[in-house]
């Protein structure tokens, strides 16, 4: 790739003399008669170096020298005795000038040159991508398991791949954080992430939602449509909860995989698509695809890359770290200060299975904090989800099943932060009975509310 070489002049006759020479040296050569020509296909990750004359009709050598990244190394090949403009083409930025006549060994070995310069380049420019996506990934994907670890290596190269990418993972697990991941730190950052949960829309809609529709294509199309494949043109379609899309549909969204084209509902035109699709699954797919549930060519279709993010119990040094970050976070949210967390408690947060993986670390870390505020249930309880009573003896059955009461009400309202309707709900209590209690314990909406 790197050994690519611009030739521009608008004499026939020396393009193809410069043409041969260095085809011959062994570089890949393509030859321009224009300068504006040649421009538009020159950008940023143009990979080789570019020779041109500089006396040319419309944009000269001199003028496309400006008009070039800085980056690229451009050779211009000068009249006899033309020092001074040689001098300020040097100045201004160009790599070597050389002044005809010259013999094809000199041009030669100057292109090799500018073409290792580039290699160099190209090569220190990402080196320094990889490492910035390296860090920006480190502050958003949490975690010092090697899993975790792992895990950001691959998405770091996954995302320069522009693959299609299968992502498998317990509920919570970060499936749909790892996603816009891939997307923003790939090369469709700057284009939309349309994400798009499969099990959530009802069989009838599945096919207008994706592909689109046009008008009168069913009773109530009023107008045409287009759906999310075409939103998500140009960037990345993130297809959640894949397993429950239906079989029928299935092989029609394989089709499309395929073709990279969609056609709208009540259509025969079919629409070109440039589109990267994501999608995720908390069911093992490969059994799905074996047990008939699932098509096997739509799960070897999806799966160019897999990512499988294993539960928080199977990596606990994750805990820690993801603990501190979502305290820390929650903290800002709520314009607190950030919690010490007793060695007691890191023990108990350790040994915990988490069932709801990431998600339940965090929403547990955000309870943690409000309910530090009000002395609230310890974390062992939180975490079981039972109120237990401090060991007590001495006090009558109706005050300890009062200060239970009393328990019960205070977590529930710290749990809803104050929504006097959820816990309603959840206790199953009419509202003048809730509040009844919250007076005789003294309990008051406005110190569970979130700040
Ligand atoms: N390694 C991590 N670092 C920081 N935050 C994380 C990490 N993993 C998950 N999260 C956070 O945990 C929450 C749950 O993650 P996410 O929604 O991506 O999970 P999921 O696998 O898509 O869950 P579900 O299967 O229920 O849809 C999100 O708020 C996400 O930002
Ligand atoms: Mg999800």
């Not at 070995?109 to 160099?120: G, H, N, Y």
């Not at 099990?199 to 008008?215: C, N, R, T």
């Not at 309870?367 to 009558?396: A, N």
Request: a negative charge; hydrophobic letters at 40%; charged letters at 25%.
């Amino acid at each position: 790739m790197t050994n690519l070489v611009y030739i521009i002049d608008d004499d026939q006759s020396v393009r193809e003399a410069l043409d041969e020479w260095l085809t011959l040296a062994g570089f890949t050569v393509q030859a321009w008669a224009s300068a504006e020509v040649a421009l538009k296909n020159i950008d940023e990750a143009f990979s080789g170096a570019i020779v041109s004359d500089v006396k040319m009709p419309g944009m000269d050598g001199m003028e496309l020298l400006e008009k070039i990244p800085r980056s690229i190394p451009l050779l211009l090949i000068t009249g006899h005795g033309d020092i001074s403009m040689a001098v300020s083409a040097m100045k201004k930025g160009a790599y070597d000038f050389i002044e005809k006549p010259f013999q094809p060994t000199r041009l030669v070995d100057a292109v090799k040159r500018a073409c290792t310069q580039r290699k160099l380049y190209l090569e220190n420019q990402h080196l320094k991508q990889v490492l910035e996506h390296q860090q920006g990934l480190e502050s958003v994907l949490i975690g010092d398991s090697p899993a975790i670890k792992r895990l950001r290596q691959q998405i770091g190269e996954l995302a320069q791949l522009d693959v299609d990418v299968l992502i498998q993972g317990d509920t919570g697990t970060g499936k749909e954080l790892v996603a816009r991941c891939l997307h923003d730190f790939g090369k469709r950052q700057k284009h939309p992430f349309v994400p798009i949960n499969v099990a959530a829309i009802p069989e009838q809609l599945i096919e207008s939602e994706l592909f689109g529709h046009v008008a009168g294509a069913f009773t109530g199309a009023q107008k045409s449509q287009p759906g999310k494949f075409e939103f998500a043109n140009k960037g990345t379609l993130f297809l959640d909860e894949i397993e429950s899309m239906p079989m029928h549909f299935q092989v029609k969204v394989l089709r499309v995989l395929q073709e990279r084209e969609v056609i709208r509902l009540g259509s025969h035109q079919s629409v070109s698509l440039n589109v990267r699709v994501i999608s995720a699954t908390k069911e093992n797919l490969q059994q799905a695809a074996v047990d008939g549930r699932f098509r096997s060519d739509l799960y070897y279709r999806l799966m160019v890359a897999e990512i499988r993010i294993p539960a928080l119990r199977e990596r606990k040094e994750d805990i820690a770290p993801l603990f501190a970050h979502f305290l820390r976070q929650a903290a800002a949210k709520h314009n607190k200060e950030t919690p010490e967390v007793s060695s007691e408690e890191w023990i108990i947060l350790e040994t915990h299975d988490w069932p709801g993986n990431v998600r339940e670390l965090k929403n547990l870390a955000e309870r943690y904090l409000l309910g530090r505020e009000f002395q609230e249930v310890p974390l062992q309880e939180m975490l079981s989800g039972k109120i237990v009573l401090p060991e007590e003896t001495g006090s009558s059955l109706n005050q300890r099943m009062a200060d239970y009461e009393k328990a019960i009400l205070k977590a529930e309202l710290s749990r809803s932060k104050g929504n006097i309707f959820q816990v309603m709900e959840v206790l199953d209590l009419p509202r003048r009975t809730l509040n009844q209690k919250m007076q005789r314990y003294g309990l008051k909406r406005e110190d569970f509310l979130n700040s």
